[in-house]
């Protein structure tokens, strides 16, 4: 687990704060599947399956764990034992969505795990007639969004580690080797840095820089050419890393210098900006003018960032229309970008955490484009 | 890609089968976000976001994929470019539900990816009132149950990968070191074999093997004691491995090589018992009869296999009351299993593949206990 003890990171109290929630939310229950909801509230790390794993938080009375008897022995050993809910074991023969909505009684109104799966949503939805489904992100965003201390360091620990993978990037981008081949290198350092899980590996070499959200290709990359290496993964603990730096294999041309100087200041300016009481939508602004500014503003095709945590993408989105006002402890990616289809493209990425006064980077590698 | 190439395995035509099963089955239209059922489909191998990607296919007219502007150059180098269907881009601001519903017009009956996120699949159910929804693999499964040649080469290429993992195995296993560190090792090797991803590292030692779902903890593993190792990840081909051995660190204690012996002969009469027209059921009862037989019938907990191809766990399961005929290209695991809480566990697991005439494993690996 790292620095950061699970006990830290997932408090027994969490669960009666998410039960008031629910009851002010005016829904009747949440019902949480595996994934970052489920985890959230219980520490419970259950890997989403076909099989039912189902925390049932009832606004009033007591929350169960419906659990496949298999998995009793890991629920069992999971930080959810803690809690004192009442873990409720099904055999491979019965129908475990019946035995949510019998226990749950009449209930008008549920908040699904937002990633729970439609395999699951829709046999609850049949086992429960009566019970109108809403997402429970509506009920835990508000929760989710503002980090504790302990999901902080687990933050800064899982920014330190893909810094690191990053400081090793020069040794795997050489000309003549393939995105794919570089991004397998990339991988194996993401695992040996000590993530638990590869996330993501973006190797936009030349012309697929441009494209924000190309992974890897067979495509040779070439003497003089930027690459953009986009990475992550999740720590043990459950939080998530995620770091964009460019590289260029030797000098890079000339106009890509000057539009990377112009990124460089639009990232910095939009770190900068964070602080409690900003908007959302301002530090998204804040990036932007930079960027159009000095004319490129047709270029940066995307939202300036997103939330981070135990998903890599979650709230509070760094977007126009995002009218949300910062609080210490919300973390989210600062990552503007300039796209010049068919030719190149650059990202700047840190995780940045707003403090009491100011926001904290967690990614402190150098943002210059690294020469090879 | 390895040894098959992505027209092989996502061969153009398939968007007419699927098409025509969606007319058949008296759906409306399929609606697939990333994951399995879309990659399937179309060979886009795109990341499950918030951001929704989503192929609509109706039953008549032409599908399209609605798509965030920024992955759009990513669908555009994705085998999903080859289908001839139209890509619609949506801004960041826009709402891209609302798009698919006034696209599709009146439908009254949508079949969604088993796997699509309720954060999605309610938002498609408020911008599409008037379409019950219900589940894509109703139609799919059909499909995705009966393996290709070519899928059969990509999940013999997942296989050999998983073997060189557990050749590793004994190098990796000491007493001394905790089931954390061992399977962080295994990671990095799961990915050195050629994974894209690790999926699952399951190393459980001592008591811990009697938990068949058991992940990693800080326990350190003991001298004389049994270690089941349960592994697996997806390669690039998307094709996933899985396989079971069981390691003993020194001889095993007498009882457990006694029951091991009861394992082994199970998952052999399982394996032998596999060919085209008898019941999947009956795949699992050859192994739960010996198991029995044997006097630990008890201690045999769960079912006996799940399917496997572009998911770990797909159709068909290997379990009573299945009721569906092999046929040549169904593929699952074989993975009987022994558990003794408190104490220990055994498992052994295969995949296999239904050939004309009889079962073809995919894991080579000898099947004895591993004295390390």
Redesign the interface.
């Known amino acids: 687990m790292g620095l950061v003890t699970s006990e830290d990171l997932f408090p027994v109290s969490r669960l009666a704060a998410v039960q008031e929630a629910t009851a002010r939310s005016g829904l009747d229950a949440l019902l949480l599947t595996p994934g970052p909801d489920l985890r959230y509230v219980t520490g419970y ?1 259950a ?1 989403p ?2 099989r039912l794993t189902c925390l049932a938080v009832p606004a009033s009375g007591e929350p169960f764990l419906m659990v496949p ?3 009793l ?2 629920a069992e ?1 999971s930080p959810a034992s803690r809690l004192g809910v009442e873990f409720v074991p099904w055999e ?2 019965d129908d475990p969505y019946a035995q949510v909505g019998i226990r749950l009684g009449a209930v008008r109104k549920v908040g ?8 699951q ?2 046999r609850l939805r049949d086992a429960m007639p009566g019970a109108e ?3 429970a ?1 509506g009920v835990l965003r508000e929760l989710r969004m503002r980090k504790s201390p302990a999901e902080v360091a687990a933050l800064r620990e899982a920014g330190a580690a893909i810094d690191t993978v990053h400081a090793q990037v020069p040794n795997f981008l050489k000309a003549g080797r393939t995105e ?1 081949e570089v991004g ?1 290198d990339i ?2 350092a993401i ?2 840095a000590g993530h ?3 996330d ?1 590996t973006i190797v936009g070499s030349g012309p697929n820089g ?6 890897l ?1 067979d495509r040779i990359i070439q003497p003089g050419e930027p690459v953009v290496v986009d990475i992550g993964g999740a720590m ?1 603990s459950g939080y998530c890393s995620d770091s964009t730096r460019v590289y260029c294999i030797g000098e890079p041309p000339a106009d890509y210098a000057a539009y990377y100087a112009v990124l460089q200041a639009a990232q910095q300016a939009a770190c900068a900006h964070v602080r409690p009481g900003v908007t959302c939508e301002s530090i998204d602004a804040a990036a932007r003018e930079v960027i159009a500014d000095a004319g490129y503003g047709d270029y940066f ?3 300036t960032g ?1 939330g981070i945590g135990l998903e890599t ?2 709230e509070p989105y760094i ?3 995002n009218t949300e006002l910062m609080e210490p402890g919300f973390a989210f990616s600062v990552e503007p970008g300039i796209y010049l ?1 068919g030719m190149h493209g650059a990202r700047i990425e840190d995780i940045v955490v707003c403090g009491e006064a100011e926001g904290e980077r967690v990614n402190l590698s150098a943002r210059d484009i690294v020469i090879i």
């Open positions: 790390d890997m399956m076909e008897r298999l998995e022995p890991a050993h491979e023969t699904l795990a937002d990633r729970m799966w439609a395999m949503s829709l489904q809403t997402l992100g794919r397998k991988a194996e695992i040996a638990a899980t590869v993501f441009a494209s924000p959200h190309h992974e290709s043990p095709i995307h939202r997103h993408h979650e977007v126009t229309g289809p």
